[in-house]
């Protein structure tokens, strides 16, 4: 049998070749052997940690919980507990975790890493960039650090400096995946949309499991419309403001879009009824956006390979059912059959809810909207079989498809719930 010394070179030299599996089987049988070893417990936890699978997060977390356990005074490992929270959405503990290594040797540059990184997953631009520098100021060679100030840069509309940023990691490591991703996001930031998917494809070649930089390529053939261009603006800008501020701005903008409203229905209907057609616009498109450039990305054969599941469900249900539900709602209302218009607009309507299903991380988030999606859906079915009944819209159809309307509407202000939204 083999020594713990032995099967943690081994564990460690798998690991590098990207074979987890195996090392995790390595470090497993060291264990057997010497159960309270910390080291050992937290070697397994970075190798659950870098696994691809993302089922093994938490794994990763008990793994270093023990190491912790046994050694409670490495501050690493408290770090890299850290990071660990980080990919699992819990922020603060995150950073406290951090806080924790900081207390033991505060020139940990991984311990800062984890702070900035928890401050922007919560939208603390600032807080997260004086974290960043810090980790910087002790070790200047750190690129994780960099790649991480890059993106906290760009966040707040400082493209400039991030590329400087970017372009400082490459120049001394050309084959940086995540700098390259970085510099895709910069470029798209920036408009240049051929030069963002130049660096997009570099990084996927250069590690194909790089989901920042796919993401950032989707976005790039996304942006092959003039219509997502505009979209992508909006959200680079929105994004520099936080949540609470972005909620004080939708509010801002329905109060001006009510003021607007009442003075103009006195001046002119046109001006009053071009008005409501811009708010609704402006409401809407911010959530039909991405269903619909994943629907226009599932009709080129090439470029929906990029698409998971979950995003191409979202451009067929979201997207197809929001254009295909316009077109029905149209050919409905120019044909004069009412049943087409219903499902129509059923499907259109339905759109907003199922926009925050597919690529919802809160599970309360996507039972809820789905439960609205459908019921969006049931109520325009009971209309048309009422109707088909009936043989006229009365008194039992109107009710519902009001209903539908208020529901699918009603469904974009409950999205701005941080609990259900994430």
């Known amino acids: ?43 397994l936890a970075i190798t ?50 951090a806080e924790d290594a900081t207390a033991l040797y505060p020139d940990l540059p991984l311990a800062w890493l984890v702070k900035g990184q928890s401050y922007f997953s919560t939208g603390k631009w600032a807080l997260a ?12 060679g750190f690129d994780e650090a960099k790649n991480m100030l890059t993106i906290v840069l760009r966040a707040q509309g400082r493209v400039e400096e991030a590329s400087v940023e970017t372009a400082n990691v490459l120049s001394r490591n050309a084959e940086d995946p995540t700098a390259h991703a970085n510099a895709g996001w910069a470029a798209l930031q920036n408009g240049n949309r051929q030069k963002a998917e130049e660096h997009f494809k570099e990084a996927l070649c250069l590690n194909p499991e790089n989901e920042y930089a796919r993401d950032g390529l989707r976005e790039a ?52 009824g071009a008005l409501v057609v811009a708010y609704l616009t402006f409401a809407f498109w911010t959530f039909l956006a ?9 009709k080129d054969s090439t470029v929906r390979l990029t698409l998971n599941k979950n995003e191409k469900l979202d451009g067929l249900i979201v997207g197809g059912g929001f254009v295909f539900g316009l077109i029905l709602g149209v ?32 599970k309360a988030g996507r039972i809820t909207f789905g439960g609205l999606g459908a019921l969006v859906y049931a109520l325009g079915l009971i209309a048309i079989v009422l109707y088909l009944v009936n043989g006229q819209y009365d008194s039992f159809s109107r009710p519902l498809i009001i209903a539908a309307i208020a529901i699918g509407v009603g469904s974009t202000w409950l999205s701005m719930v941080p609990q259900l939204s994430k």
């Open 290 to 298: 991405n269903g619909i450039g994943h629907f226009l990305i599932l």
């Open 48 to 97: 659950y940690l870098e696994h691809s699978d993302e089922s093994h997060l938490k794994d990763a977390l008990e793994s270093i919980d023990q190491a912790i356990g046994y050694d409670p005074e490495y501050e690493v490992s408290h770090a890299v507990k850290g990071l660990i929270l980080i990919r699992l959405n819990r922020d603060k503990e995150a950073r406290r975790c």
């Open 221 to 272: 053939y996304k942006a092959r419309s003039i219509f997502y261009r505009l979209y992508l603006k909006y959200v680079f800008f929105m994004q520099k403001f936080s949540q609470n501020n972005r909620f004080a701005i939708f509010i801002g903008i329905y109060v001006a879009f009510r003021f607007g409203k009442k003075i103009f229905e006195n001046v002119s209907p046109l001006l009053a």
């Open 1 to 43: 049998m083999d020594s713990a010394d032995q099967l943690i070179q081994h564990g460690s030299f798998l690991r590098e070749r990207g074979r987890h599996d195996e090392s995790v089987a390595a470090f497993k049988q060291a264990l057997a052997q010497e159960p309270s070893n910390a080291y050992l417990h937290f070697e």
């Open 129 to 140: 960039e004086e974290a960043l520098r810090q980790a910087l100021a002790i070790d200047p």
């Open 331 to 362: 050919a409905g209302f120019v044909l004069g059959v009412l049943p087409i218009s219903i499902l129509g607009g059923s499907l259109a309507i339905g759109a907003l809810p199922w926009s925050r299903v597919f690529l919802n991380n809160s």
